[in-house]
């Protein structure tokens, strides 16, 4: 029995097996999908190179052609995450009127939010900063750029039409900003229980904060 066993084993750790066919066509954004859904699931801490390619179904050392680093993978993250952002910004600025640049900066700032507390782990990590390289973020930062710019010149339309109050067109523009990122922090942070925001209100208050801020900055 012995003399028998022998080969049994030497077979199953036979080096010269072939090994499991390759089967994904565009394994860079097999793995992006991948490390956004456990960013989805577990936060920017639960991704790594490594379960990205357990989710994938790849061996650990297949991503490294692509991503030879934790870095590189979530800067890619960081870019499809703002590209899915900016489709958001998109949609809602179809649907509201060129003519109406107040109406265009409200709808900026709700598809913010909206955005920001359907994706909370994928806001957080375009956001924060802390999660890649931002030197290696071209795409990301010039996004960044173009959100901002429209911003500037969406703000600049509404003052010339006569829809705003101040001319000081850059504090309209950070308060804008703060108002939204504060509100999407705050949910990020799980601070809406303890100031009485149910889970199911979150949506309705964040829409009914913005339009208090717009109230404030229009001239009626």
Not at 59 to 71: N, Y
Request: charged fraction near 25%; aromatic fraction near 8%.
């Amino acid at each position: 029995m012995p003399a028998t066993a022998a080969p049994k084993r030497r077979a199953a750790k036979d080096p010269a097996a072939p090994p499991k066919p390759y089967h994904h066509g565009d394994l860079r954004r097999v793995l992006i999908e991948a490390a956004l859904q456990l960013a989805g699931e577990g936060g920017a801490a639960a991704v790594s190179v490594r379960e990205a390619a357990r989710r994938a179904g790849v061996s650990p050392g297949a991503p490294f052609r692509h991503f030879p680093s934790r870095d590189a993978l979530m800067t890619a993250v960081a870019g499809e995450a703002q590209q899915r952002f900016r489709a958001e910004i998109s949609a809602a600025l179809a649907e509201v009127p060129e003519a109406d640049p107040l109406a265009r900066f409200r709808a900026l700032g709700l598809a913010y939010l909206r955005w920001a507390m359907r994706n909370p782990a994928h806001f957080e990590i375009i956001s924060s900063g802390r999660y890649f390289v931002h030197d290696k973020a071209s795409d990301l930062s010039r996004d960044n750029a173009e959100v901002i710019d429209f911003t500037e010149r969406t703000l600049a339309d509404a003052y010339a039409l006569g829809q705003l109050r101040s001319g000081d067109l850059k504090r309209v523009q950070i308060a804008g900003r703060a108002l939204v990122y504060g509100f999407a922090r705050m949910n990020i942070d799980g601070h809406f229980p303890r100031w009485g925001i149910a889970e199911e209100e979150a949506a309705l208050t964040a829409e009914a904060i913005l339009d208090l801020f717009i109230e404030g900055i229009a001239k009626h």
